[in-house]
């Protein structure tokens, strides 16, 4: 590690260009100008754009963000600053050129701020860092008994990630994504102020940095809604070539939400599979159970559930899990495989689509059938979701149906023979498809986890809500520091010291 004199002299001469005045004696975190380091914090798992920043931050606690915020802030000009987690964002998000990377993922601060669970008035519930990793969050609560409500399909991702978007999977049919399942956050606004917020304590900010995109804050703790967590699961296949019946059984399977557990399934969700011969379609669905459940009482609960279904009959397949194993089914192993196959490190042009039920029959015509056709690697992942289960007050933008789908176009630029960059212009042109077929049919989809280039682009993207996120870009990052790489905010144009100084991100 160079001196903290040689260090703020490189910084300075790095950053001499854009009138970065920083004086690094006072920031408690480590900042590294390493190269290694920076390259480090300019990959993705997309792996399709890499913007090197000046410097990394490592903090040791929210403080030192908030430092290098206030810093920021009231320099002669602010410059990005972007939080970075696991780094599964798909087309540089998380990457800023002319600013800090702060390293969210330390292990030392996330032990530090690793609270034990805790039984509240509204339920129980785990203070965690934001930069936590969930699947670390399950293996801590899990110690207790406890665990989330709420899951992504993968577990190796970000609290602070996830609640920047929403986090859907499953389960969201019954308790909604996981920023449905936040008591409390802690979060550094672009002014450089440390807030506690909640849906009574600074409720602005608690909504607007909840699928906020990091427009509006940086997300140091979050306080998560934990239930009993279940033993085992029973974890079934059934398999359609009827896409009417498919969506029939999900609609009916997560009408079923309010009733109680005996009575429903606790997760469910479809994968579409493509191949010479057609389409088809396989539906998941799974059972939670106490270890002390007899497995007759499971097999005839299970029995019961199925009965009303339309599946192929012989497609049924069923497997018996941990509850761990279930939620880490993507684990570092099957990861490490398909790193070996050149999978895992190839471009990821993925595309999440909300697609109203209403419009779910032309979707599947025109893209499934359609546009993909038999021409399409990867995974095709269905979450069924209902809209009673969001809340509105938040950033994230959804369909205007009481039901919808999120479907996962989960593919990968692999080289099969013409070159990865062809492979990749090939799904790029293909999702640009997709999203002209929905646009000319009126299928009023919204993209999650999407990326536009434009400020027109997401003005169309939030519609009536626009206006709302304007505000709260104004009033929590008025110079436009964090979120850059989404490309929302162009521009904007404060006063410094008493001068109109136009700022360009």
Same mark, same amino acid.
């Given at each position: 590690?160079?001196?903290?004199?040689?260090?703020?002299?490189?910084?300075?001469? %790095?950053?001499?260009?854009?009138?970065?005045?920083?004086?690094?004696?006072?920031?408690?975190?480590?900042?590294?100008?390493?190269? *290694?380091?920076?390259?480090?914090?300019?990959?993705?798992?997309?792996?399709?754009?890499?913007?090197? =920043?000046?410097?990394? %931050?490592?903090?040791?606690?929210?403080?030192?963000?908030?430092? %290098?915020?206030? !810093?920021? $802030?009231?320099?002669?000009?602010?410059?990005?600053?972007?939080?970075?987690?696991?780094?599964?964002?798909?087309?540089?998000?998380?990457?800023?050129?002319?600013?800090?990377?702060?390293? !969210?993922?330390?292990?030392?601060?996330?032990?530090?701020?690793?609270?034990?669970?805790?039984?509240? *008035?509204?339920?129980?519930?785990?203070?965690?860092?934001?930069?936590?990793?969930?699947?670390?969050?399950?293996?801590?609560?899990?110690?207790?008994?406890?665990? @989330?409500?709420?899951?992504?399909? $993968?577990?190796?991702?970000?609290?602070?990630?996830?609640?920047?978007?929403?986090?859907?999977?499953?389960?969201? &049919?019954?308790?909604?994504?996981?920023?449905?399942?936040?008591?409390?956050?802690?979060?550094?606004?672009?002014?450089?102020?440390?807030?506690?917020?909640?849906?009574?304590?600074?409720?602005?900010? &608690? $909504?607007?940095? /909840?699928?906020?995109?990091?427009?509006?804050?940086?997300?140091?703790?979050? #306080?998560?809604?934990?239930?009993?967590?279940?033993?085992?699961?029973?974890?079934?296949?059934?398999?359609?070539?009827?896409?009417?019946?498919?969506?029939?059984?999900?609609?009916?399977?997560?009408?079923?939400?309010?009733?109680?557990? =005996?009575?429903?399934?606790?997760?469910?969700?479809?994968?579409?599979?493509?191949?010479?011969?057609?389409?088809?379609?396989?539906?998941?669905?799974?059972? $939670?159970?106490?270890?002390?459940?007899?497995?007759?009482?499971?097999?005839?609960?299970?029995?019961?559930?199925?009965?009303?279904?339309? &599946?192929? @009959?012989?497609?049924?397949?069923?497997? *018996?899990?941990?509850? &761990?194993?279930? /939620?880490?089914?993507?684990?570092?192993?099957?990861?490490?495989?398909?790193?070996?196959?050149?999978?895992?490190?190839?471009?990821?042009?993925?595309?999440?689509?909300?697609?109203?039920?209403?419009?779910?029959?032309?979707?599947?015509?025109?893209?499934?059938?359609?546009? %993909?056709?038999?021409?399409?690697?990867?995974?095709?992942?269905?979450?069924?979701?209902?809209?009673?289960?969001?809340?509105? #007050?938040?950033?994230?933008?959804?369909?205007?149906?009481?039901?919808?789908?999120?479907?996962?176009?989960?593919?990968?630029?692999?080289?099969?023979?013409?070159?990865?960059?062809?492979?990749?212009?090939?799904?790029?042109?293909?999702?640009?498809?997709?999203?002209?077929?929905?646009?000319?049919?009126?299928?009023?989809?919204?993209?999650?986890?999407?990326?536009?280039?434009? +400020?027109?682009?997401?003005?169309?993207?939030?519609?009536?809500?626009?206006?709302?996120?304007?505000?709260?870009?104004?009033?929590?990052?008025?110079?436009?520091?964090?979120?850059?790489?989404?490309?929302?905010? +162009?521009?904007?144009?404060?006063?410094?010291?008493?001068?109109?100084?136009?700022?360009?991100?």
């Amino acid at each position: 590690m160079v001196s903290k004199l040689m260090l703020t002299f490189l910084f300075f001469h %790095l950053i001499s260009t854009v009138v970065l005045a920083l004086n690094l004696n006072t920031i408690h975190g480590n900042i590294s100008i390493n190269p *290694s380091d920076i390259k480090r914090a300019s990959l993705d798992f997309g792996n399709m754009r890499h913007v090197e =920043s000046l410097a990394v %931050l490592y903090p040791n606690s929210a403080h030192d963000i908030v430092e %290098l915020v206030q !810093m920021c $802030y009231q320099s002669e000009k602010a410059f990005p600053i972007s939080p970075k987690g696991i780094g599964h964002s798909f087309y540089g998000q998380s990457q800023v050129a002319d600013g800090v990377v702060i390293d !969210m993922t330390g292990t030392k601060v996330s032990l530090q701020e690793r609270k034990e669970p805790v039984q509240g *008035s509204t339920g129980s519930y785990v203070d965690v860092w934001g930069g936590d990793m969930w699947l670390n969050v399950l293996n801590w609560t899990m110690t207790y008994g406890l665990a @989330p409500k709420s899951w992504t399909n $993968y577990l190796y991702v970000t609290v602070g990630g996830t609640l920047s978007n929403a986090g859907v999977g499953g389960q969201s &049919f019954i308790h909604g994504p996981q920023i449905s399942n936040v008591y409390e956050l802690d979060v550094v606004t672009g002014k450089g102020e440390l807030k506690t917020c909640s849906k009574e304590e600074n409720s602005e900010l &608690f $909504y607007g940095v /909840l699928g906020g995109l990091g427009q509006f804050g940086i997300i140091t703790r979050a #306080r998560i809604a934990l239930e009993p967590a279940p033993e085992s699961v029973v974890l079934i296949h059934l398999s359609y070539i009827d896409f009417s019946k498919f969506t029939k059984d999900i609609e009916y399977l997560i009408s079923l939400h309010e009733k109680p557990t =005996s009575e429903r399934f606790d997760c469910v969700h479809g994968s579409v599979f493509l191949d010479q011969e057609g389409v088809t379609y396989v539906l998941e669905v799974v059972k $939670y159970f106490d270890k002390s459940t007899k497995d007759i009482i499971r097999q005839e609960i299970v029995d019961v559930l199925l009965e009303k279904l339309d &599946f192929i @009959p012989s497609s049924v397949t069923s497997a *018996s899990l941990t509850y &761990f194993d279930f /939620l880490n089914q993507l684990s570092q192993t099957e990861i490490m495989h398909l790193g070996q196959t050149g999978i895992w490190d190839a471009p990821h042009p993925w595309v999440t689509l909300l697609v109203p039920k209403s419009k779910i029959a032309d979707f599947d015509k025109g893209v499934f059938k359609g546009i %993909l056709g038999s021409n399409s690697n990867g995974r095709i992942v269905i979450n069924p979701l209902n809209k009673n289960k969001w809340d509105l #007050r938040t950033s994230v933008i959804i369909p205007n149906e009481e039901m919808f789908y999120a479907v996962l176009l989960l593919r990968s630029a692999i080289d099969t023979g013409e070159g990865t960059k062809a492979a990749l212009e090939f799904i790029i042109n293909q999702n640009h498809e997709i999203l002209k077929f929905c646009k000319e049919n009126e299928l009023e989809v919204k993209e999650y986890l999407g990326h536009r280039e434009t +400020q027109e682009e997401w003005i169309e993207h939030y519609g009536d809500k626009w206006d709302l996120i304007q505000k709260r870009k104004m009033e929590f990052d008025p110079k436009h520091i964090l979120g850059t790489g989404h490309h929302i905010f +162009q521009s904007v144009s404060v006063l410094h010291g008493g001068e109109r100084v136009t700022l360009t991100q």
